[in-house]
């Protein structure tokens, strides 16, 4: 009921953000009409298609996203009628006859019904559906742990009524919104005569509205335009409920145990590990097996770099404790479509000298057994199949290990081996633990599902080849794109020779995850650093000291590691060679 309540107030926070000023002309277009017969269906119709369309895409399927596609150009098709008609009802009623059942005629029709008091709500409730397939929301901190948890968990009824919540609310502050305007529209009616023009000014505004929808205005420029940061409000009311922060991997989150004397409560069973749809290493593992071991579940996938600084550490209590009844099994849960092939995954484990069993979770489903939110994660089991402990995030690795001793004293082991010393890890690489005092930039995803502080001209456009121009300037944490590229739902795909991606970063280390073309051939790249080739010093492990390297395989890539004073700085990489596919940029 929490979250509900949440997602209304996220709803009703959106009339503050400059995304919704693409429908407003749509829906002030009514604001002088019945509430009840115009402008209610209006809105019911516009929350009622965006929960069930986001329903729907938030689950990754790639026939809802055309399918989503196709429905905002008929809508916008819908919406320029609509427009045509408030400016020239005679006029589109002779040039638009096609569409008049769908266009012209639905607002003349509408408007009729409503004088003559015969009600007009089904027609007002078309007109709203149309405009929900054309409401693109900023996706701010509660709607982002909706969809995120969707498309983590797979659709349900809960996800839907969240989505449905948020959507009502912003109805509610639109119905606010629209009651006030009407009374101004009303007032300025009866004393000035200008009804007419009125109205025609409002189907001007819903025109450059539709132009501004079908340019990708709607989901680039205005997101960057926000004059109220409704991003902190939003995050301040998640802030203030505990449990209800969106899932995403974090740098570092304590686990449930505080104290190295406190006892290690029960937080639940081990569930059943049968939703793997592969294994390595191992024959398929069974939880009943595993009885009187203690077991370590470690939730990862091999392009998160914070899988890949928490593993060395994994890899040594698998090492130390295997003889003393530790068995640790590794559940490779893919973020990305790349990471689900079973032939990346195997040569992952193979160049991470994974030795202990790992289980391919490429559905997700124990993933949803275990409740998980977080890559990695840690659950701490003991010899009687009961979750004692957990660990969200790299860090805490004293405390893990502890947890470990203490399990396997339960089950009876005796003449452990001295804990290993944290500090002594031979950390090399990607696997050398983040600079947090430096560390001012956040994973940030390309493709455009979500992406956040994209700075090109004119937003990013889906699904379609555009040429696109990097800013001469990046705040800190922006970044664009330069060249001919198509961005899907996951990545940006270089269509042409020469294209370039730039990011305004403070951080220690640079990485972005990176996928050769889709046939697996090599792309060769340039790295440069505040318009300069980058220094040998700072070259990260991928780079070669003339800042040079090669794409060759689908995976996370070091580019940058500075060695001296980190500051911030502009990194830029050039692609030589067209087909790359970018994914997601990382620090630490």
């Known amino acids: 009921m929490l979250l509900l309540l949440l997602a209304y107030l996220g709803g009703v926070l959106t009339l503050l953000s400059p995304c919704i000023l693409p429908v407003l002309p749509f829906v002030f277009a009514r604001a002088n009409r019945p509430f009840l017969r115009s402008t209610l269906p209006l809105l019911l119709g516009m929350a009622l298609t965006f929960a069930v369309v986001a329903s729907l895409a938030a689950v990754g399927s790639q026939w809802v996203a055309q399918a989503n596609q196709i429905g905002r150009w008929v809508a916008l098709v819908l919406m320029a009628v609509f427009a045509l008609a408030l400016l020239w009802p005679r006029l589109a009623d002779h040039l638009l006859a096609p569409f008049q059942r769908v266009g012209a005629r639905l607002s003349a029709r509408a408007d009729a019904a409503d004088d003559d008091g015969r009600g007009g709500a089904w027609t007002s409730l078309l007109i709203g559906i149309a405009t929900g397939l054309l409401w693109a929301p900023c996706a701010g901190p509660i709607l982002g742990l909706v969809l995120t948890g969707a498309a983590l968990h797979g659709a349900s009824v809960g996800t839907s009524a969240l989505l449905l919540a948020y959507a009502l609310g912003a109805a509610t502050a639109l119905a606010l919104a629209v009651w006030i305007g009407g009374r101004v529209f009303n007032a300025l009616q009866a004393r000035l005569g200008l009804g007419d023009v009125l109205r025609k000014v409002l189907g001007v505004a819903a025109l450059v509205a539709v132009v501004a929808i ?43 145990t505080a104290g190295a004397d406190a006892p290690l409560p029960v937080e639940g069973t081990l569930p059943s590990l049968d939703g793997a749809t ?40 698998e090492r130390r404790y295997r003889d003393h009844g530790l068995v640790v099994v590794g559940v490779h849960t893919p973020e990305f479509a790349f990471e689900r092939d079973p032939r990346n995954v195997m040569k992952a484990v193979q160049q991470l000298k994974v030795e202990y069993p790992v289980a391919l979770d490429n559905q997700y489903s124990i993933w949803r057994a275990f409740n998980n939110q977080y890559w990695p994660a840690q659950y701490f089991v003991d010899a009687q199949g009961s979750i004692r402990a957990h660990q969200f995030g790299e860090g805490n690795y004293a405390h893990s290990e502890q947890v470990i001793r203490r399990l396997l ?16 890890a031979d950390l090399q690489g990607v696997a050398t633990q983040a600079d947090m005092g430096n560390l001012r930039s956040p994973e940030t995803y390309l493709g455009h599902a979500r992406a956040e502080h994209f700075a090109s001209a004119g937003g990013q456009r889906t699904d379609v080849a555009f040429d696109y121009t990097l800013p001469a300037s990046l705040a800190l944490n922006q970044w664009g794109l330069s060249g001919r590229w198509t961005v899907t739902d996951e990545a940006a795909q270089l269509q042409q020779a020469g294209g370039r991606i730039a990011f305004q970063f403070h951080a220690r280390d640079l990485h972005l995850v990176l996928a050769p ?21 700072d070259a990260g492990s991928d780079v070669g000291a003339d800042g040079s390297g090669v794409v060759n395989e689908n995976r996370l890539y070091q580019l940058v590691r500075q060695r001296g004073t980190v500051g911030p700085h502009r990194f830029e990489i050039e692609f030589l060679d067209a087909g790359v596919q970018a994914y997601a940029f990382t620090f630490g």
Request: overall charge negative; glycine content about 10%; some cysteine.
């Open 409 to 424: 004293t339960e089950a009876g082991q005796t003449d452990l081996p001295p804990p290993a010393d944290p500090a002594a």
């Open 278 to 317: 592969g294994w390595l290493n191992s024959p398929p593992l069974k939880a009943e097996q595993l009885r009187g071991k203690v077991v370590l579940i470690d939730f990862w996938t091999y392009s998160c770099i914070n899988c890949l600084r928490a593993m060395p550490f994994v890899h040594e209590w």
């Open 214 to 256: 079908g340019l990708g205005w709607d989901t680039g420029l205005l997101t960057r335009l926000s004059t109220v940061s409704t991003a902190r409000i939003e995050q301040g009311l998640l802030d203030a409920v505990p449990g209800a922060q969106p899932a995403a991997p974090p740098m570092m989150m304590a686990g449930a």
């Open 517 to 537: 073309t889709q046939d697996g051939t090599p792309v060769r790249f340039r790295v440069w650093l505040d318009g300069k080739p980058l220094p040998a010093a």
